[in-house]
């Protein structure tokens, strides 16, 4: 394995790890009720409608081979996966994977 590998690797598992454990060291201080933290669950919300929204209009990969409305009846069948599944996001994302492959097998 070369040196730029293997420091890769050391430097990932380090912030990795590291910021686990600053996390777990602080949380014991932390009010969820707090403005600060409610911005942070709203940041991290919005990041990740923003990466859907991105993968839906602006797809990389296999998803350019699909067409809008296939993406968002995937979309759409995904999120009531999720409530129907009392918020699981493991079946929602494994339906979603595998309505994708059958919808776009039979185009």
Do not use: H
Request: charge should be positive.
């Amino acid at each position: 394995m070369s040196t730029e590998i293997f420091l890769a690797v050391i430097v990932t598992w380090a912030a990795t790890y590291l910021s686990r454990l600053l996390g777990m060291l602080t949380s014991t201080k932390i009010d969820e009720n707090s403005k600060i933290y409610r911005w942070f669950n709203c940041l991290a919300y919005s990041t990740l409608a923003a990466l859907t929204s991105r993968v839906l209009i602006f797809p990389n990969g296999d998803l350019m081979d699909t067409n809008y409305l296939t993406r968002i009846i995937v979309i759409l069948i995904a999120i009531s996966i999720y409530f129907l599944s009392k918020r699981n996001l493991v079946y929602s994302t494994v339906f979603s994977a595998i309505i994708l492959t059958v919808i776009n097998s039979q185009t």
